[in-house]
């Protein structure tokens, strides 16, 4: 995630309103392990001071199929 900015502050929740990650960024960009999420619609907001950023995160999981 890009913060754009220095000390923001990084929230991601599902659309049912439960936090699955919640941190303070020092720098302009932070990792998420996003490999314990369900798959569905998320809700990424990032603020920065008074400015404040709303996205929307769309987690897929793809199986492999089987060859016949």
């Known amino acids: 995630i890009n913060t754009g ?4 502050k990084v929230t991601v929740a599902s659309l049912g309103g439960g936090f699955v990650h919640a941190s303070t960024v020092k720098g302009k960009s932070v990792s998420v392990d996003a490999s314990g999420w369900k798959p569905g619609v ?4 990032i603020q ?5 950023t709303v996205e929307r995160v769309v987690m897929v999981r793809l199986g492999l199929a089987k060859a016949a």
């Open 48 to 52: 920065s001071g008074n400015q404040l």
């Open 5 to 8: 900015a220095e000390n923001a």
């Open 42 to 45: 998320y809700v990424g907001r």
